[in-house]
């Protein structure tokens, strides 16, 4: 009997010793996964404070990378001028030598439209200019912005280009006209076209100019 019970004794103890290590075990689990937390908290944070305009930490805009890295080379990068979710991030090309500009590729570089009317808008039956950048991205990165400025290329192969009577459709619906700030010929399929080039500025994002365009009226017809 009294070897039973010894027996038992050290079972007992044995129980509670592994009682103890499992238990320190679990404490160093919480500890270590509490460290973990606090360190993903800093992490985000330094997100937060630094991004770097990766996919997963982007900026506000170019001026807000370059602001945190001032070191960061022309290219590349994304940014989420709406903040929140960075699911709609989007890719933008900064030009910090130009002076921190966010620039906003269109979906398409070229847009071809058969037999546009005088004053009539060449999309009136077709979908506006697309940007690489949806609407809520775009007011948000104007709202950050102090100005705005888009180059704008208008070739009619056949008529003639009349800058001064030019018209452009920005976002929000406004209309504006706009002279070319320059002429030169293009070929297209062996024809001589002439090409008309616009610098559309705003100053003020105030202003009745929201960049970018989305549609266009020539003056002329063209085919």
């Not at 499992?22 to 270590?32: I, L, R, S, T, Y």
């Not at 602001?67 to 979710?85: F, K, Q, R, S």
């Not at 921190?100 to 009539?120: I, K």
């Not at 007011?139 to 192969?157: M, P, V």
Request: hydrophobic fraction near 25%.
């Amino acid at each position: 009997g009294a070897g039973s019970f010894e027996g038992g004794d050290q079972y007992y103890s044995s129980t509670e010793r592994d009682k103890d290590i499992f238990a320190q075990g679990q404490q160093k689990d919480v500890e270590f996964s509490e460290q973990e937390r606090i360190e993903k908290v800093h992490k985000d944070i330094d997100k937060l404070k630094k991004p770097t305009g990766t996919k997963d930490n982007p900026g506000l805009s170019c001026k807000d990378l370059k602001a945190c890295h001032p070191e960061l080379p022309d290219g590349l990068y994304w940014i989420d001028p709406n903040e929140g979710c960075i699911a709609d991030a989007i890719e933008v090309y900064c030009n910090f030598t130009a002076g921190n500009l966010t620039c906003v590729a269109p979906s398409e570089s070229d847009h071809e439209r058969q037999n546009a009317q005088s004053h009539h808008w060449v999309n009136e039956r077709k979908e506006e200019f697309k940007y690489d950048a949806g609407r809520i991205q775009l007011r948000f990165l104007r709202l950050l912005s102090d100005s705005a400025q888009q180059g704008f290329t208008y070739t009619c192969c056949n008529g003639s280009v009349k800058g001064s009577s030019t018209k452009f459709r920005g976002y929000g619906g406004a209309v504006f006209k706009s002279s070319s700030n320059g002429k030169h010929s293009s070929v297209i399929d062996g024809r001589i076209c002439p090409t008309h080039e616009y610098s559309l500025v705003a100053e003020d994002m105030d202003s009745n100019l929201p960049l970018p365009v989305v549609d266009v009226a020539p003056s002329t017809s063209c085919s």
